[in-house]
C-alpha cells in the first residue's frame, strides 16, 4: 500500500478525477520543483522499525483489492527496472536505515482501498466478518459489468514522486480507455450497496503509483535536500525510458503488515 488516508470529507465529496487532470497531476508530483518541495516535509512512515540492523514491521491490518506486479503477464522489464532503482536508492540516500525498501513481492498498484487499520478492525474482525468478507467481495465484482479487452491496461510510469513518508514510481495514461477501464471499475466497485454498509468507500481518487521505499527517520534540512537530488537525478533517465506496468487482473488480498499481500484460494478476481 502507499500511504495511509486522513482523507475525512463524506464519501460523496471523493470522486476520480478526469483523464486530462489524472495525468497532468501525476506529471506535476513527479517535476523537480514538487519533488523538492515535497522532501522538505517528509516524516517517518512508522511501518517498519530498523532493530539492530533488521527491519521489523509494525501492525497494520486490513484488505484491499490490488493488481500484483508479478502476478500480471509481461511485467518483467519493470520488475527489473526498479530493482535498479531501489539499489540506486539504496546506495545514494542517506542515512541507510532511515528508509525501508519493500521487498520486490509486495511491488502493486491498488485498484480500490476498502478497510485498513482502526476500521478493519471495527467492521471486520470485531464485527466477525473476516471469513465472510471475500464471499462479499466477490458480489461486488460480479455485478461490475465486465469490458471485453484483450489488450492489458498499459499504465506508463512517469517517474519518482515523494509522498510525505514514502517514495514511489507514479503512471500516467496515453490511452484514455485504459484509464476509464479502472475508474469504471472502482465506480462499481464502491457503488456495492453490501459494502456501503460496512463503510466500504472511496477516500481518495485513483493514484497510479508502485511504492518503493518508506521513509521511516526524521531526516535533518541536508538529507531532505539530497533525498530530493537524488530523486530529481533519476527522474532525469526516467523521463527518457519506456517503463510500462501492463495490468490484466486484479483481486482481493489481506495484508498484517504493508510489505506482505496475501492471496488466499477463496479470494476473488476480476479482469479489468
Known sequence: MSYKS???EPA?????LSFE????????????????ERALNTK???NFVYNNN???????????V????NENPDNEVLANRLAEIQKELQYNLQPTYAFYQLPAES???????????DRFKQHILEAGLEKTYPSMIDDAFENIPQIEKEEPIRMKMAGLSIFGTAIGILGIFEN?????????????FYSDHQLSQLDVKMTRPFIGHITLAYIEHILNKNQKDHLAVVINEINESLKFEENYFNISVTGLRRYHHLAHFIKQDNFPAHLL
Open 6 to 8: 486522513t482523507v475525512m
Open 44 to 46: 517517518p512512515a512508522g
Open 176 to 188: 484514455e480507455d485504459d484509464y476509464n477501464r479502472i475508474t469504471h471499475f472502482r465506480s462499481g
Open 12 to 16: 460523496t465529496s471523493i470522486c476520480d
Open 21 to 36: 487532470a489524472y495525468n497532468k497531476r501525476q506529471l506535476y508530483e513527479v517535476s523537480a520543483e514538487r519533488n523538492r
Open 107 to 117: 511491488f502493486h498498484q491498488t485498484v480500490a482501498n476498502t478497510l485498513s487499520d
Open 54 to 64: 533488521l527491519w521489523e514491521p509494525n501492525e497494520y491490518e486490513g484488505f484491499a
Open 66 to 69: 490490488v493488481s500484483m506486479l
